[in-house]
């Protein structure tokens, strides 16, 4: 009895409080194991005078079956995510270096370069709109500029802005973020989302869970499946 709870208790130290101990990879495999030998001592156990029946045990080993064919499907599909995660970051690096245009859900980004240019905002809606506003705000939050557009189609879109605050003057370089809302005739809501845009200059890993981000040029990080488009930098 002693040796028998000394070796329980050595098993139960490595499983949970020892730090040094090789963590169990699969519980499916420790389920499909614990099952096998449930197995073995029912058999081993069982009443002579009553044994078994056959469906019973035809019936226990359908089970343990299924079980492993449950854990060999697990470990298929996690090596097709593996293999699926590989290939979005090998697709991921042939985007640097070229300019994508991405669903940004309820905000997008816009870069002034100081080069005179109009800034793109782009952006689609579910339904006509009467109205449309986009709010500017700087990289600290503040708002910078607020511009009331009006009518546009449903649909995608897009607006170009000067890159000027609300007093007409020229902001500074750097990186702004814009929202929108859009309302229709009643001055009900419409449903939109805006899409911003940028050059990739490089790719990365997401810690928490494995999926493939890019990183633009104004420092935007952006999952890649939220791109909608890639084209070359013109």
Same mark, same amino acid.
Request: hydrophobic share 40%.
């Given at each position: 009895?002693?040796?028998?709870?000394?070796?329980?208790?050595?098993?139960?130290?490595? =499983?949970?409080?020892?730090? *040094?101990?090789?963590?169990?990879?699969? !519980?499916?495999?420790? =389920?499909?194991?614990?099952?096998?030998?449930?197995?073995?001592? @029912?058999?081993?156990?069982?009443?002579?005078?009553?044994?078994?029946?056959?469906?019973?045990?035809?019936?226990? /080993?359908?089970? *343990?079956?299924? /079980? %492993? @064919?449950?854990?060999?499907?697990?470990? +298929?599909?996690?090596?097709?995510?593996?293999?699926?995660?590989?290939?979005?970051?090998?697709?991921?690096?042939?985007?640097?270096? !070229?300019?994508?245009?991405?669903?940004?859900?309820?905000?997008?980004?816009?870069?002034?370069?100081?080069?005179?240019?109009?800034?793109?905002?782009?952006?689609?809606?579910?339904?006509?709109?009467?109205?449309?506003?986009?709010?500017?705000?700087?990289?600290?939050?503040?708002?910078?500029?607020?511009? %009331? /557009?009006?009518?546009?189609?449903?649909?995608?879109?897009?607006?170009?802005?000067?890159?000027?605050? &609300?007093?007409? +003057?020229?902001?500074?370089?750097?990186?702004?973020?814009?929202?929108?809302?859009?309302?229709?005739?009643?001055? @009900?809501?419409?449903?939109?989302?805006?899409?911003?845009?940028?050059?990739?200059?490089?790719? %990365?890993?997401?810690?928490? +869970?494995?999926?493939?981000?890019?990183?633009?040029?104004?420092?935007?990080?952006?999952?890649?499946? @939220?791109?909608?488009?890639?084209? &070359?930098?013109?």
């Amino acid at each position: 009895m002693t040796m028998f709870n000394s070796t329980v208790g050595i098993v139960e130290g490595a =499983s949970y409080s020892d730090p *040094f101990a090789v963590p169990v990879k699969n !519980k499916d495999d420790v =389920s499909k194991d614990a099952f096998l030998l449930l197995l073995v001592e @029912q058999l081993k156990n069982q009443d002579p005078l009553e044994p078994m029946s056959g469906t019973d045990f035809t019936a226990q /080993l359908a089970q *343990f079956s299924s /079980l %492993e @064919q449950q854990t060999s499907m697990n470990d +298929n599909l996690m090596l097709l995510q593996d293999y699926s995660a590989t290939l979005n970051r090998l697709s991921a690096l042939d985007m640097i270096g !070229k300019a994508v245009e991405f669903d940004g859900g309820g905000s997008g980004s816009a870069t002034i370069n100081g080069d005179g240019q109009p800034i793109p905002l782009k952006f689609e809606l579910a339904d006509n709109a009467q109205e449309v506003v986009i709010d500017i705000y700087n990289d600290a939050g503040g708002r910078v500029a607020t511009l %009331e /557009l009006g009518y546009y189609d449903l649909g995608p879109q897009s607006f170009n802005w000067n890159g000027k605050d &609300a007093d007409g +003057n020229a902001l500074a370089e750097g990186r702004y973020t814009f929202e929108m809302t859009a309302r229709d005739e009643l001055g @009900q809501l419409v449903a939109s989302s805006v899409n911003g845009g940028g050059e990739v200059r490089g790719v %990365e890993t997401d810690p928490k +869970n494995g999926n493939t981000v890019l990183v633009l040029v104004d420092g935007t990080r952006v999952g890649i499946d @939220q791109v909608l488009g890639v084209k &070359a930098v013109s």
